[in-house]
């Protein structure tokens, strides 16, 4: 008989509990007997073994059709859309615990869905322009969020790498409420954002992925890769208000005094002129997030 190729272990195995035990049996059954015909390497067929946790009812019990609390995927499909469910069965629950199905969690993440639509929808409506500023709390963040879902991700911590996403999203947001923003920087964080995503939300992030210009799939493109030296940001943003009031947001060096901090605020234009022929009573400042000027 022609001799096969050698089979390799398997990285990782998969599986719910309830199956593991049969199914483990089985694998290895057969593995060791190839292996003793010589035709695979290695004593055991996985090299690493993952349970996935039980979603549950929305009552909290295991799911039964005699007790009623089943849910049907179909139903979830057909009024939210596949990436929506999707993302829900990574965000809701802490994929190797598991946990109640709920109505509620699934209708939050749909919310998400949409404000992440308002960023893709700010920036098509944005002529280009790389004349604007770019923000390197910004990029700080996102160079942070890429290390923390690629390592979210491999440990299976599916859920708190889509938390990393909704406050970059927050993030980017907030950057495009700025008037002269720079939209090629934009549209490199946006690249970089919907590729993050793209495990969670496969057709939504093709769709996006070809509305930003590209003209290959998502799938073909890299995994973004952050940068060390862009983890810690040289610069912070610093709030300025007049009477509790946000007047405006700036860049500024992490190590400036207080008193410079003042010399800066005052001379912003959006402040100069809310304190015109005004007495200012009060500076209230705190270091890397915010100046107030109490003024009458």
């Given at each position: 008989?022609?001799?096969?190729?050698?089979?390799?272990?398997?990285?990782?195995?998969?599986?719910?509990?309830?199956?593991?035990?049969?199914?483990?049996?089985?694998?290895?059954?057969?593995?060791?007997?190839?292996?003793?015909?010589?035709?695979?390497?290695?004593?055991?067929?996985?090299?690493?073994?993952?349970?996935?946790?039980?979603?549950?009812g929305s009552d909290g019990q295991k799911m039964s059709k005699s007790k009623g609390?089943?849910?049907?995927?179909?139903?979830?499909?057909?009024?939210?859309?596949?990436?929506?469910?999707?993302?829900?069965?990574?965000?809701?629950?802490?994929?190797?615990?598991?946990?109640?199905?709920?109505?509620?969690?699934?209708?939050?993440?749909?919310?998400?869905?949409?404000?992440?639509?308002?960023?893709?929808?700010?920036?098509?409506?944005?002529?280009?322009?790389?004349?604007?500023?770019?923000?390197?709390?910004?990029?700080?963040?996102?160079?942070?969020?890429?290390?923390?879902?690629?390592?979210?991700?491999?440990?299976?911590?599916?859920?708190?790498?889509?938390?990393?996403?909704?406050?970059?999203?927050?993030?980017?947001?907030?950057?495009?409420?700025?008037?002269?923003?720079?939209?090629?920087?934009?549209?490199?964080?946006?690249?970089?954002?919907?590729?993050?995503?793209?495990?969670?939300?496969?057709?939504?992030?093709?769709?996006?992925?070809?509305?930003?210009?590209?003209?290959?799939?998502?799938?073909?493109?890299?995994?973004?890769?952050?940068?060390?030296?862009?983890?810690?940001?040289?610069?912070?943003?610093?709030?300025?208000?007049?009477?509790?009031?946000?007047?405006?947001?700036?860049?500024?060096?992490?190590?400036?005094?207080?008193?410079?901090?003042?010399?800066?605020?005052?001379?912003?234009?959006?402040?100069?002129?809310?304190?015109?022929?005004?007495?200012?009573?009060?500076?209230?400042?705190?270091?890397?997030?915010?100046?107030?000027?109490?003024?009458?």
């Open positions: 008989m022609r001799k096969m190729k050698q089979l390799m272990s398997v990285d990782k195995y998969i599986g719910g509990i309830e199956h593991a035990a049969m199914h483990l049996l089985y694998a290895r059954f057969i593995y060791k007997a190839l292996r003793d015909l010589g035709y695979t390497e290695g004593d055991e067929p996985f090299l690493n073994l993952v349970h996935q946790g039980i979603i549950l609390n089943t849910v049907s995927p179909d139903e979830y499909i057909e009024q939210y859309g596949a990436d929506v469910f999707r993302t829900y069965l990574a965000f809701g629950f802490s994929y190797l615990e598991g946990g109640p199905w709920s109505d509620s969690g699934i209708k939050s993440v749909k919310s998400f869905f949409d404000k992440m639509n308002r960023i893709f929808e700010r920036y098509l409506e944005t002529a280009n322009s790389d004349k604007g500023e770019s923000a390197p709390v910004l990029d700080t963040i996102r160079h942070r969020t890429i290390k923390a879902v690629t390592e979210d991700v491999e440990r299976f911590q599916f859920n708190t790498a889509i938390a990393r996403l909704m406050e970059f999203r927050n993030a980017i947001a907030e950057y495009q409420m700025k008037d002269d923003r720079n939209t090629v920087f934009e549209l490199d964080i946006l690249k970089d954002y919907i590729r993050l995503i793209s495990p969670f939300a496969p057709h939504y992030s093709e769709d996006i992925w070809e509305m930003l210009g590209n003209d290959t799939s998502i799938f073909d493109s890299s995994w973004p890769e952050y940068k060390e030296d862009k983890l810690t940001s040289k610069t912070i943003e610093i709030v300025i208000q007049v009477n509790s009031k946000n007047r405006c947001r700036i860049q500024i060096e992490t190590d400036v005094s207080e008193e410079k901090m003042k010399e800066i605020a005052l001379k912003r234009e959006e402040i100069a002129k809310e304190i015109y022929n005004k007495t200012i009573l009060k500076t209230i400042y705190v270091k890397g997030k915010l100046i107030n000027f109490v003024v009458r």
